[in-house]
């Protein structure tokens, strides 16, 4: 809980990235939900938001891939979309490739 407040609430950019990353390693719900409230929160800086896509991508594949394929077609930011297809494509899953065909065989 202590771990979620700092990542959301720490004045330091860089304490908060850490807290972010220990999210990410931790992998209960409690932490999975805060990830995703980072990467979606409006008001979350893009590179805080970065770290929470990279630390969803640590959690497992069952976990994971869902959550990134849900942020590479939906999120708002190029940026973001682009950092959960990077971290798909090093997942090496099933269902990442099929997105990665859907997008990529789009007319």
């Known amino acids: ?9 720490d004045k330091d950019d860089s304490i908060r990235g ?3 990353f220990w999210l990410g390693q931790k992998a209960s719900a409690e932490s999975v939900k805060a990830l995703k409230d980072i990467v979606s929160e409006p008001t979350e800086e893009d590179r805080i938001k970065e770290q929470a896509v990279f630390a969803i991508s ?3 594949k069952d976990k994971s891939v869902p959550m990134l ?4 077609k939906t999120h708002k930011s190029p940026s973001i979309r682009k950092k959960a297809i990077f971290w798909l494509g090093q997942s090496n899953d099933r269902d990442a490739l099929k997105l990665f065909e859907e997008i990529l065989l789009k007319k």
């Open 1 to 9: 809980v202590e771990m979620i407040r700092v990542a959301r609430e």
């Open 18 to 20: 850490k807290a972010v």
């Open 58 to 60: 640590q959690l497992p």
């Open 69 to 72: 394929m849900d942020i590479a």
